[in-house]
């Protein structure tokens, strides 16, 4: 461990020394507020080192490790939308948590770490340890609500399905080392590109794997449990779960395949492309007459990882528009888009339950103005219509799509998100629909505070901002691509 | 100084990580299916000994020692949501039938 | 800078309205009034410049006014707005039918005003966007913007069944839209991979060599895209629900603007962008015009909600644009650029009358209806005038318009004329009924109700001398359309020759040498 | 003087816009002022115009006067222009003068109708309209005047809009124009493409160059004027739609349905007589239209009880002769006979319209009787009418315009044998149902009490007609009566001279005293079966093929029900089944068929974790598969 591997590492382990102070302080004095302040503090920290690692050259920290552009940049992701998350989950405990708060933090910064990790990663084994940090904490997480059973239950579900799919992982790992003969990625990819085709035991190791991989990102297979838990945990975890996880598996899965054309090997591609139509179409089909907004949430997040999945399978071929790019920007608003969502659960909902039902969501245009205008901006974006980020993100897997000739699929996804324009559209007429008389007592009138409602504020300018002059983050994405 | 061939050897881990899969899918009790989990983690395990094993180096037993280690954390939260669940129960809040 | 000043105004005049609406019911009103009348005002002084200084000559390429800047230079994204006169022309029917639109919703709308007036404006601003955009990214930008304040004006103050209406509308156009997009996307790529430069600046997309069989796909996105929003028959549903349940100034906006840009996106893109493809596509498009025509005739006649009504024969008129613009000679065009013009005008005022009879009457279903021109003759007499002009009456601006496109067609393809014609049978008979449901007959439920207001009339009488101008001086038009539409030939000229010679009549000289002699009467 | 001609049509139009707009409030009084006064001043420079045509005719007989340039598309430019040559000099006479009598009538029939303003607007709208088309210099101005009138005469029909027939006859009238119209654009746009200009004069100049004579163009092309000549002058494809117009006021049926608009098809095929030259097929066309329709209304006719409808069949039966003439290639003697008819006809029916006030507005004939002594004035007149009509040898107007057309008929260019016997029996069977009427309505006894005596606004018209009726025939006499030919003179500079009777005269004087004396036959038999003794006609109409045959008559011979079959009811019932758009079924199925995915894929979210490791398995199962496979 050099002097210079040790910068290099600065934003992990200042991230990994948050959780220790912050057990400190609650081993001196339990306040709930302090460790919110600290684990933010903490964050900030980490996000304040990466410049520091991005300047010292060479990327590859031991073997298990490689701190590039591409990985600073989704650390940086990561810990933003942390820290974005962390205000929301203050304001839930407050409200709905009777019990000592102050875990909570913990669990989310380890499983942060956890997700940081896998960005990182090079090798087999920081690739499960990564991931294992990460399923785990996020067990805690989702059951944090240890009173009422639906956590627990969805945390329990979680756990069963989690170990089940890193099984399989581990077991395709496996069979790919017995066959390679080196746990690293780069002679991994270089052992499959030349001799893939017809070493059967190594392919089949890589198709158990994709298990593992689309266990975490819920696509369509193994995409059972992500409306359950989403619908079990609280919505601040909810939101974890939806953004960094996923994506910390998703930068994993472009590093693994960077240098693999995934077009030119017949069955990957395949077994891709059949996940990402399967999912695209039965997240759509699902939420579309969904009435529990989280559930909505849930499947509209399998549909959207189906586009990401076609921006996957378009890989790298055409240097004007890399599949990466595409996948990277869309993960960003994606990440804008799913937080500010899950947030606004979480403010519309009181001591004995979550906002969840579309119902209560009835005429908040007249109740909250500001706060339906969050939504709806949200949806838009959801649904990939102009003035927002999301259609810049659409576009972008389009062309992406289009460069390499995916016709198929480039249709495919344009039926969805037809489809998908339905289910995001009933959540704003729902918002704009009169309220009745009697109705009127049931609705939850949402608590703003006025930290959340600056962070809303700014989520839904970033939102418009990205979607109107998106030149800023792409010409970073661009720069930070390997 | 091999014994046994890496074929043989992944195939008996894949027999362990099968059964250890049916126990998951048939048995009705949780505690059951978490010791099933394990099996299939130790199958996991098992093989990437194998593998180590056929190239001759040490990756193989440590991953194996890091798939112990998880494994154990894994079961853990487990048996502690089960606890909270039954006492849950004790306490009759509502249980969703999601075995 | 007039440009950017067009449509960022209403922009800026929506948000405006907004804010003020959380004080007063009023004061939304005025604003958005002031708006449109400045707004009118600077698009009629474009306009003027047009016409008196160089404008009415622009060679090929050359816009009236430009204005272009990066916007998204990675990908080659410029904001990149110009103007020739096919543009102004469009634009100014926008101003002059949105001052109408606020006009006629003045007691219309009574709650939650300012958020109305907010979606008015900005409907307005997408859609002057759309006729000025000349960057394919931007034109697509402009043209899903549009959609989302109609999807509010549409899902807020519309009538009984009005959410499945306009998430109907909304899905159809945001289809149909995504195909369109991957039309550009995929022209944007050929053209790079050909010149090696990514852009989507209209006028260099336009040589691009296409292989016959793709350029057949794209143009099918681009006739998708256009063909739902104008509407073709087959992707026409659409339209009638979202008039039944649009509010007055929702009907007027849709019925006279939005389908204007499926025409617009037709003349504009389709045909220059895929000259080959659109020759060989123009016969079973044109066919669609005819169903379209005939089709929509009919189902006009059986309906007895009288917006549905109006709604179908729009998409009739739309026919005879789609019959125009795919016959592609200069007669055609002016017609079906005519046809635009007045067809929004004459639309417009049946809509806006058919909301005023809704104000009063609460009820749209002609069984109901009937002698009302013994309680209203002045809405009666105007009602009239519009039907007159929505049959296609000469001396009204519809007739100009249906008589060039089907003399333009049938110099293309004498059966299609032929069988065109018969739509001037069919709506007169739709024109009639709807006349004799609603004013005439006995007034069997004694409906008493006032007489057309001052603000009423004032806005009738501007769109009756608006219908008579076009239909009696159409030249000040013509003479606006007939460059922009020379040029976009010429884009085409090497697949449309000029004027084909009718059949069998003799060679031109000896035309002229019988016409020397008699010494030409004008 | 010529260059007032743009006044003729603007002062109707102006009175229209002042009417429309200012009706209510300027009271009836004033606005019978305005009404009538535009017509009287466009009259009078019509008259002083003509007055100056035949003194000293402008040169080349011919003035035209350019407003503005209305359309000017590519090499398509049509300018709002005036074209007088004596044929429009004639129309525009006729439109005015007789025009101007009927509004004076009108002033006192309308006037007690709360809607009277709103009358005299669209007569002048109308009045204006038709100028525009026999003074177009071009064929889209013709066609806007032909519309125009196509207008005015669905809203005159359905004037009284409280009663929905009059709505439906009204629709009736303007749809089945229509059809004649749309026949018509085609015919316009097919010349535009052959000579590159709608310019009357230019296409008649420049089409012998361009057509040889029998082109297949020039006939397809006349063809389709006369479509629309057909659908406007009622002509029989398309003549079902006269009878009914009688819905509206009879001042517009005398105006409109008697005297001009009905006969704007003769003008059109007049003016167009270079083409129609040019393509000798269309001419026979022309001409067995008229013959075939005159009798065909000629029997209708004899059957009515309602005394306007009568009159409406008769008019298309004496158009069917104008008809016949131009078929035959007698152009002046077509137009002749258009004059004389709108005078004697616009008689009859402004008499017609007298006696049905006076009746407590009845129009059955049937139900009146014995009016001679209590009408003088109008049963004076409306016998000099129907004498005219019914072509009373030497004394009447009618004999000497309809003897022309009988003769040329047979003598014309064009004529033949059988067109000459169908026109003498078309005549016999006018001169039958017109003295019927007058013995039904004037003889016998009063059965019901006068409740209207007509006053001087009435009788001054009357009376004026009546005139005409009688001495206006004098001015063209035929060969073997003093060979007068003041009218063919003066037509000679716009429509071709008929180089007809290369028979003997000996012929013309046979076919001459034939028609005359059948025509009194007729009336004798009349006189005998209507007033002499009812019995004969009642028992005949009592037997089963009596009473069939006159149901038959009655009903336009059936045309009305074919029609009814044949278009109506298809497309009323292929719309009324189509209400709910079956193109929008396929766009309710596909929510359908997402809604019908949604509950499949719900199944698989059961809730249960052994459900969703069986998930797991599967995809594993599914990749696996896919590895060996491929």
């Keep these: 461990m050099t002097g210079h591997d040790f910068l290099k590492l600065m934003p992990i382990i200042i991230l990994a020394a948050t959780p220790l102070i912050i057990m400190l302080a609650i081993a001196i004095k339990r306040n709930h507020l302090i460790t919110a302040v600290l684990s933010v503090v903490g964050l900030f920290a980490a996000l304040f080192a990466i410049p520091g690692a991005k300047y010292t050259n060479g990327d590859q920290v031991s073997n298990l490790f490689i701190i590039d552009q591409y990985a600073l940049f989704y650390f940086a992701l990561m810990f933003l939308a942390t820290i974005v998350i962390i205000v929301p989950s203050f304001q839930y405990l407050e409200l709905r948590f009777k019990g000592n708060r102050e875990e909570y933090y913990l669990l989310l910064l380890t499983a942060t770490f956890g997700s940081v990790g896998l960005a990182a990663s090079n090798h087999f084994i920081s690739f499960f340890l990564s991931l294992e940090i990460l399923s785990v904490s996020l067990y805690a997480l989702v059951a944090y609500l240890r009173h009422q059973n639906d956590g627990i239950e969805a945390g329990l579900k979680y756990l069963i399905l989690a170990a089940v799919s890193s099984a399989f992982l581990l077991f395709g790992m496996s069979l790919v080392y017995s066959q390679v003969g080196s746990m690293q990625f780069k002679d991994v990819i270089n052992f499959l590109s030349q001799n893939g085709n017809y070493n059967f035991i190594s392919i089949a190791g890589v198709a158990l794997m994709v298990v593992g991989f689309g266990f975490k990102l819920a696509v369509v297979p193994f995409h059972m449990w992500s409306p359950d838990v989403y619908q079990g945990a609280p919505a601040p975890v909810s939101a974890f779960i939806a953004s960094v996880s996923k994506g910390g598996i998703l930068a994993l899965l472009f590093r693994f395949f960077a240098e693999f054309n995934i077009v030119q090997s017949r069955p990957l591609f395949t077994i891709f492309a059949l996940i990402a139509v399967f999912s695209m179409f039965v997240g759509n089909f699902l939420a579309l007459l969904q009435s529990n907004v989280k559930r909505l949430l849930a499947y509209s997040s399998i549909a959207h990882f189906g586009y990401i999945l076609v921006a996957f399978i378009a890989g790298n071929a055409q240097q004007q528009f890399k599949g990466v790019e595409a996948a990277t920007f869309y993960i960003v608003s994606y990440f804008i888009t799913i937080i500010g969502a899950f947030m606004i659960i979480g403010l519309i909902s009181n001591e004995e339950r979550e906002g969840m039902e579309m119902s209560d969501y009835r005429g908040l245009y007249w109740r909250h103005p500001w706060l339906s205008v969050a939504l709806s901006a949200m949806m838009f974006s959801l649904a990939g219509i102009p003035l927002t980020s999301g259609f810049i993100a659409k576009y972008y897997i389009l062309a992406s799509g289009i460069s390499t000739k995916l016709w198929t699929l480039i249709i495919i996804l344009i039926i969805n998100s037809a489809l998908g324009v339905y289910y995001y559209l009933r959540v704003t007429v729902e918002m704009f629909s009169n309220v009745d008389a009697e109705q009127k007592a049931t609705l939850i009138s949402p608590n703003v505070g006025i930290l959340s409602g600056i962070l809303l504020a700014v989520l839904t300018i970033a939102l418009v901002w990205l979607g109107v002059y998106p030149t800023g983050l792409i010409g970073s994405i661009q720069a930070a691509m390997f | 100084m091999i014994a046994i061939s890496l074929n043989t050897g992944l195939i008996i881990a894949s027999i362990m990580f099968f059964t250890g899969l049916i126990g998951v899918m048939i048995r009705k009790n949780i505690m059951f299916m978490l010791i099933s989990i394990e099996i299939m983690l130790n199958a996991a395990g098992l093989a990437f000994v194998f593998a180590g094993a056929q190239h001759g180096q040490a990756d193989g037993q440590i991953m194996f020692l890091f798939i112990l280690t998880t494994a154990a954390a894994e079961v853990a939260v487990g048996l502690a949501l089960i606890i909270q669940f039954y006492q849950n129960l004790k306490r009759s809040i509502p249980m969703l039938p999601i075995i | ?522 | 003087m010529y260059d007032l001609l743009w006044l003729v049509p603007t002062f109707p139009f102006l009175g229209f816009l002042i009417l429309a707009i200012f009706g209510k409030k300027i009271g009836k009084k004033l606005s019978a002022v305005v009404g009538v006064g535009s017509i009287g001043l466009s009259a009078l420079i019509t008259i002083l115009i003509g007055i100056q045509f035949l003194t000293n005719p402008p040169e080349g007989h011919a003035f035209v006067q350019t407003l503005w340039t209305w359309i000017a598309a590519d090499d398509f430019k049509v300018n709002i222009a005036f074209h007088l040559d004596a044929l429009s000099m004639v129309f525009a006479f006729v439109v005015t003068f007789v025009g101007f009598w009927i509004h004076l009538y009108s002033t006192e029939y309308m006037a007690d109708d709360e809607g009277f303003s709103r009358f005299f607007a669209y007569m002048n709208l109308f009045v204006g309209a038709m100028l525009m088309l026999v003074m177009g210099d071009n064929l889209l101005l013709l066609y806007l005047g032909w519309e125009g009138v196509g207008l005015c005469s669905y809203l005159l029909i359905g004037f009284w809009y409280r009663d929905p027939a009059n709505g439906y006859a009204a629709r009736k009238a303007f749809i089945v124009t229509r059809v004649g119209d749309a026949a018509m654009a085609v015919g316009l746009f097919m010349l535009f493409y052959s000579f590159k200009s709608l310019n009357i004069q230019e296409i008649l100049s420049v089409a012998p160059h361009v057509w040889s004579p029998g082109n297949k163009l020039a006939v397809a092309s006349t063809l389709l004027l006369l479509g629309g000549a057909v659908g406007k002058s009622a002509q029989l494809p398309l003549q079902v739609w006269l009878p009914d117009a009688m819905a509206g006021p009879t001042p517009t049926s005398a105006l409109i349905h008697a005297a001009t608009m009905v006969t704007a098809g003769v003008y059109l095929i007049a003016r167009m007589n270079g083409i129609y030259l040019l393509a000798p097929l269309s001419m026979t066309a022309v001409a067995i239209v008229g013959a075939a329709t005159l009798l065909v209304a000629g029997f209708a006719g004899m059957a009515q009880t309602d005394i306007k409808r009568v009159l409406a069949y008769s008019t298309v039966s004496q158009i069917g002769y104008m008809f016949l003439a131009l078929g035959v290639g007698a152009w002046s003697a077509g137009v002749f006979h258009f004059m004389i008819h709108a005078f004697f006809k616009a008689l009859l029916f402004l008499a017609a319209g007298a006696i049905i006030l006076a009746q407590h507005h009845e129009q059955n004939m049937f139900k009146m009787g014995g009016l001679a002594k209590a009408l003088p004035v109008t049963f004076w007149t409306f016998l000099i009418g129907s004498a005219s009509l019914a072509a009373l040898p030497l004394i009447t107007a009618g004999f000497y315009s309809k003897d022309a057309i009988i003769w040329y008929a047979w003598s014309g260019p064009n004529g033949s044998i059988y067109l000459w016997m169908a026109a003498v029996f078309g005549a016999m069977v006018t001169a039958f149902y017109t003295f019927r009427m007058v013995f039904v309505t004037f003889f016998g006894e009063q059965k019901m009490e006068i409740s209207h005596y007509p006053t001087w606004r009435v009788h001054i018209p009357l009376i004026a007609l009546a005139f005409f009726a009688l001495f206006g025939g004098f001015i063209e006499l035929p060969g073997t009566l003093g060979h007068l030919t003041l009218f063919s003179d003066f037509m000679k500079s716009a429509l071709p001279v008929v180089e007809g009777g290369h028979h003997e005269v000996s012929l013309e004087i046979f076919s001459q005293v034939l028609t005359a004396v059948l025509a009194l036959v007729s009336i004798f038999v009349a006189y005998y079966l209507y007033l002499k003794n009812m019995q004969i006609v009642t028992n005949f109409t009592s037997t089963k093929f009596g009473h069939g045959l006159q149901q038959f008559l009655l009903s336009g011979l059936g045309f009305d029900w074919l029609y009814e079959r044949l278009f109506i009811r298809p497309y009323v019932w292929l719309s009324r089944t189509n209400k709910r758009d079956f193109i929008d079924f396929f766009y309710v199925f596909l929510p359908w068929l997402a809604r019908q995915f949604h509950y499949l894929f719900k199944y698989t979210q059961t809730g249960k974790v052994r459900r969703y490791v069986v998930g797991i398995v599967f995809g594993v199962l599914v990749s696996i598969t896919i590895v060996v496979i491929l």
């Design chain 3, 1 to 522: 800078m007039t440009l950017t000043f067009l449509f960022a105004w209403l922009i800026l005049g929506g948000l405006l309205a907004w804010l003020a609406g959380r004080w007063n019911k009023e004061a939304p009103r005025w604003i958005s009034l002031g708006f449109m009348i400045v707004h009118l005002i600077v698009s009629v002084r474009l306009w003027i410049s047009f016409l008196t200084n160089k404008g009415l000559t622009l060679a090929q390429g050359e816009w009236f006014l430009m204005e272009k800047s990066p916007w998204i230079p990675q990908w080659g994204i410029q904001y990149f707005l110009a103007v020739d006169g096919l543009s102004i022309l469009l634009i100014v029917l926008t101003s002059f039918l949105g001052l109408l639109a606020v006009a006629c919703s003045w007691k219309g709308i009574q709650e939650r005003v300012g958020f109305f007036f907010f979606n008015l404006l900005w409907i307005l601003a997408g859609i002057s966007g759309v006729f000025m955009a000349l960057d394919l990214f931007l034109f697509y930008f402009f043209w899903e913007i549009m959609l989302i304040p109609l999807y509010f004006l549409i899902g807020i103050w519309g009538h009984s069944n009005r959410i499945y209406a306009t998430i109907k509308f909304f899905i159809f156009t945001q289809a149909s839209g995504l195909f369109m997009l991957i039309s550009i996307l995929a022209l944007y790529f050929i053209h790079g991979s050909q010149t090696g430069h990514y852009t989507f600046d209209y006028v260099e997309l336009l040589g691009t060599q296409v292989s016959p069989k793709i350029a057949f796909w794209l143009m099918l996105g681009f006739f998708l895209g256009f063909g739902v929003k104008l509407p073709a028959v087959p992707v026409h549903t659409w339209l009638p629900d979202a008039h039944t349940e649009a509010p007055t100034a929702g009907s007027v906006v849709l019925a006279g603007l939005v389908l204007k840009a499926g025409a617009y996106g037709f003349i504009r893109f389709l045909m220059p962008l895929f000259p080959q493809a659109g020759k060989e596509f123009a016969m079973v498009a044109m066919i669609l015009g005819i169903i379209g025509i005939i089709y929509a005739a009919m189902v006009a006649f059986a309906q007895n909600d009288l917006k549905r009504l109006v709604a179908y024969t729009s998409v009739s008129h739309m026919g005879f644009v789609l019959l125009g613009v795919f016959a592609w000679n200069q007669l055609a065009l002016q017609g079906a650029v005519m046809i635009i013009l007045s067809h929004g005008l004459s639309t417009g005022a049946l809509f806006i009358l058919v909301g005023d009879i809704y104000d009063r009457l609460h009820t749209r279903d002609m069984d109901k209806l009937g002698g009302l021109w013994s309680v209203t003759p002045r809405l009666g007499g105007f009602g009239m005038v519009f039907a007159l002009a929505s049959l296609g009456l000469p001396g009204l601006a519809n007739f100009v318009g249906e008589f060039l496109v089907l003399l333009g067609v049938y110099q293309v393809s004498v059966p299609i004329a032929a069988l065109a014609t018969l739509g001037f049978i069919a709506s007169t008979i739709y024109s009639l009924w709807m006349i004799q449901k609603t004013f005439f007959g006995k007034n069997v439920n004694e409906w008493k109700m006032p007489d057309a207001t001052p603000r009423e009339i004032s806005i009738y009488a501007a769109l009756v001398v608006a219908l008579l101008w076009l239909g009696l001086f159409p030249n000040t038009v013509l003479r606006t359309s007939r460059q922009a539409l020379k040029n976009l030939q010429q884009i085409t000229s090497q697949y449309f020759q000029g004027s084909k010679e009718a059949t069998t009549n003799p060679s031109v000289e000896e035309l002229n040498k019988s016409r020397s002699n008699y010494g030409g009467l004008e």
